[in-house]
Nanobody
Framework: QVQLVESGGGLVQAGASLRLACGAF????????MGWFRQAPGKEREFVAA????????DYADSVKGRFTISRDNAKNTVYLQMNSLKPEDTAVYYC?????????????????WGQGTQVTVSS
């Protein structure tokens, strides 16, 4: 059974940093592209960042470029999202997704598996 488990969320002040982690179980992690998405109350789920299975292809939403960094450790079956200079508008539930493929994607509908999400709240 495939499971993605996010962790690392919390309540922080604007300007602070958080590192999210997503552990993958039950799938050949090193062959999956991984993505981070977020959903704020009353809004649609939106793309944040993605990294290809081999690591050299990375994509970021414009809203987080320069502040967030996605990385992966295939030996630990884990993908990370380092979030710096957090803003109140970053407040959302953050989800990680996994998909087979060779190119990263911003389209949530092509992801095969999802985690349960972790809440990030940034106060002003």
């Amino acid at each position: 059974q495939v499971q993605l488990v996010e962790s690392g969320g919390g309540l922080v002040q604007a300007g602070a940093s958080l590192r999210l982690a997503c552990g993958a179980f039950g799938l050949p992690f090193s062959r999956y592209d991984m993505g981070w998405f977020r959903q704020a109350p009353g809004k649609e789920r939106e793309f944040v960042a993605a990294i290809s299975w081999s690591g050299p292809i990375i994509d970021y939403a414009d809203s987080v470029k320069g502040r967030f960094t996605i990385s992966r450790d295939n030996a630990k079956n884990t993908v990370y999202l380092q979030m710096n200079s957090l803003k109140p508008e970053d407040t959302a539930v953050y989800y990680c997704g996994a998909r087979t493929g060779s190119l990263v994607s911003r389209n949530q509908h092509v992801y095969d598996y999802w985690g349960q999400g972790t809440q990030v709240t940034v106060s002003s």
